[in-house]
């Protein structure tokens, strides 16, 4: 959740400030005082420009209530079908249980006006059920609370009393809940309170763009303001959106410029939204954001017949959801800003049910109907599934969807054996923080960076994750602050970490292209094998390397093979890391060990270089706001100018798997041996930054896997 503390940090973080600014915030924040918000309002003007425009409600939707979602022949359509669909039924249930004990209490209803976390939780929580549950049943008791709801927040004088006034995260919730009311029981107002209640959502929306999105109000940073995929302005967008178009058409609104401003706002962040629909903050970062674009998105074709769901993003949003997805943990295996805990709640994921709604695409059903049904229980529902889930779409086989996959705009792959429970799950990522299409947009003006918000990204490149049996063998992120490279699997030079690392809020990094310092060069992957390469540079990344290229040969039923080629600027300290709940070293003179989830899963490892190691397991706290994490580093260091580290990892527990070393001039040769199992790998590091290595694997003279220069990959 956004706390004011938070906002206080974020708004330092993009003036450039220091962490000695950072810790003075931190005393400082209980002095901190929020600016009336009737200051604000002055700087609304008190009418927009009239101008020629070819926006408006499309015909078919003119004065029809209700619109912004569903019309009333969609919503009773959906209830009609409830009880032939498990889904439906399921969250249509809890919609009309929740909306049946809703009372509104305007003490209770107070506190979602106060803050950016009060509104997000109240007024985006279980309220809107109220208005759904009376769209989908007619229900005149559910109808006549609605109304009482709506005159409640009609008759607040704001919407949001914080630091950003009329304009905030939480404002932006109270905004969408209002215009949800509205557009459900439009045709049951009284005439008089109706012209009252379209002019208080036009003078929110008015509130929302000139305070907000022109920067007028009066708090001093707009962090949100300057980047278009951050989830603070997609939270905004979608209030501004509702708001708009639930009036735009009604007698006394001119609402021509505001059409056109708001279209152009739309057209901006869905410009820079990626084609893979994935989040550079985290996972569930995602859940956290997307919804509300989609809301703004789905009310804006629907109103004004604009085409934003033909982007290619909407339809893929669905998929890193679920590469990520552990089914036997109920929960995610993520980077960045992630808690990366158990037992993952259903609450926003339902929009991501947009994916397979607009493309038909069956498999992409099959794979978020199973990830809702290892996430759903009783008592967890959330109400915008209805709004996206279209069970006219069947649910194709979770089976036919590739084991494995990159997403080239971050460079994060996850790779599995197969769909079931039981399969370990592996993540590998390389990338700049951002991803490449925000960067592509922070570098539109050469001379002058545009800023981002990177605030929840990890200098984490060429890190590597991993669940088996449903835990942590190899750590991921715990929203960690400060971050550090030394809470990740990757490498630490001379104990330091990436740049970029050390705040509690990751900066852009000042006259650099983040582009250019970490990101995969090669991606392959054999869909009947499910035999998978990744490789990943990432020398840019620190001080005092030359190179640093972590290929991954992921071999299901078998093995994983690691190899790090790394050159440095002269003699340094180079240690490879990795953490986990616990974890042993068998045989430290060989590499061998093993490391341990949280419930007692074990995987053996073994890490061997072509140089005299040294091995140790150490404890290590990750610390982070959402709760400190003790686990236990392993580590394997030497002093070099240049090392080459080979790791096998057995998490299918083949008996007597080990790997030896060689060198054949200027070729590395790996040994793999155990049960079943006599592979040799040749490895050769490519001079050339962007060209992937040169790796083959023979078992009995037979090629099995392999990459050149020819399998270079060219997101970046």
Request: overall charge positive; charged content about 20%; hydrophobic content about 35%.
């Amino acid at each position: 959740m956004i706390r004011l503390s938070m906002l206080i940090t974020l708004s330092l973080l993009v003036l450039g400030s220091t962490s000695a600014d950072l810790s003075a915030a931190a005393k400082k924040k209980k002095k901190h005082k929020v600016i009336p918000a009737e200051k604000h309002m002055v700087h609304v003007p008190d009418a927009d420009p009239t101008i020629d425009t070819s926006l408006g409600i499309v015909k078919e939707l003119r004065g029809v209530h209700p619109r912004l979602f569903l019309s009333k022949e969609e919503f009773q359509a959906l209830y009609k079908q409830k009880d032939s669909d498990p889904i439906l039924k399921h969250h249509i249930n809890s919609i009309i249980t929740t909306a049946s004990g809703i009372r509104v209490n305007p003490k209770g209803l107070a506190r979602m006006y106060a803050n950016a976390n009060a509104g997000v939780v109240h007024a985006l929580g279980r309220l809107p059920n109220l208005p759904l549950a009376y769209c989908l049943t007619g229900d005149e008791k559910l109808r006549d609370n609605t109304i009482a709801l709506l005159k409640e927040i009609v008759s607040q004088a704001h919407w949001d009393t914080g630091a950003e006034a009329d304009s905030g995260m939480g404002g932006s919730c109270v905004m969408l809940l209002a215009a949800m009311c509205y557009d459900a029981v439009y045709n049951d107002l009284d005439p008089e309170f109706r012209d009252q209640a379209t002019q208080k959502l036009f003078t929110h929306a008015r509130r929302m763009y000139h305070l907000g999105h022109m920067k007028k109000g009066l708090h001093k940073v707009k962090y949100w303001q300057q980047d278009p995929a951050n989830n603070h302005r997609w939270f905004r967008n979608k209030g501004l959106v509702s708001c708009l178009l639930a009036v735009a058409d009604k007698e006394g609104i001119e609402a021509s410029w505001m059409l056109e401003q708001t279209k152009k706002e739309i057209d901006y962040v869905m410009k820079w939204f990626p084609d893979e629909g994935d989040c550079h903050e985290s996972v569930t970062y995602s859940q956290f954001g997307f919804a509300h674009l989609a809301y703004a998105i789905t009310m804006m074709d629907r109103c004004l017949g604009t085409a934003y769901r033909k982007h290619e993003g909407l339809h893929e949003a669905w998929s890193s959801q679920v590469y990520s997805f552990d089914f036997k943990r109920r929960g995610h295996l993520s980077y960045g800003d992630s808690k990366n805990g158990p037992n993952r709640k259903w609450n926003k994921t339902g929009a991501f049910f947009i994916g397979p709604a607009l493309s038909g695409d069956e498999t992409a059903q099959a794979a978020m109907v199973a990830m809702h049904n290892a996430c759903i229980s009783e008592s967890n529902s959330t109400w915008s599934t209805i709004l996206y889930y279209n069970p006219k779409v069947k649910t194709g086989s979770l089976d036919s969807l590739p084991k494995s996959r990159l997403f080239g705009d971050l460079g994060v792959a996850w790779m599995r054996k197969d769909w079931t429970d039981s399969s370990p799950l592996f993540m590998f990522k390389c990338g700049p923080y951002g991803g490449f299409k925000l960067n592509e947009y922070r570098h539109m003006n050469p001379n002058k960076p545009n800023y981002i918000s990177v605030a929840h990204d990890d200098p984490d490149a060429n890190t590597f994750a991993m669940h088996l049996d449903g835990q942590h063998v190899a750590h991921p992120s715990v929203y960690d602050a400060p971050k550090l490279t030394a809470n990740h699997n990757t490498i630490l030079v001379n104990g330091k970490g990436q740049l970029g690392e050390g705040s509690g809020w990751t900066q852009p990094i000042k006259n650099k292209d983040m582009r250019t310092l970490s990101y995969v060069t090669t991606w392959k992957h054999d869909k009947e094998t499910g035999r998978t390469f990744v490789e990943g540079e990432a020398g840019n990344a620190y001080p005092d390397l030359k190179t640093f290229r972590r290929s991954v040969a992921w071999l299901p039923n078998e093995y994983i093979l690691i190899l790090d080629d790394i050159t440095a600027n002269g003699q340094q300290n180079i240690a490879w890391n990795n953490h986990s709940p616990k974890a042993q070293l068998t045989d430290a003179a060989s590499g061998l060990g093993i490391f341990e989830g949280e419930a007692g899963a074990q995987m053996p490892f073994q890490v061997i270089a072509n140089q005299p190691i040294t091995g140790k397991v150490s404890g290590h706290i990750i610390k982070s706001p959402k709760g400190n994490k003790q686990v236990q580093k392993v580590s394997f260091s030497a002093d070099s100018d240049a090392i080459q580290y080979a790791c096998v990892l057995n998490p299918w527990k083949k008996a007597g798997l080990k790997i030896s070393y060689k060198n054949d001039g200027s070729i590395s040769v790996v040994h793999v041996q155990g049960d079943g199992i006599d592979d040799v790998w040749t490895w050769q590091a490519n001079a050339d930054m962007k060209t992937p290595s040169q790796i083959v694997c023979k078992r009995g003279g037979k090629e099995i896997i392999s990459i050149s220069a020819k399998d270079k990959f060219e997101e970046h």
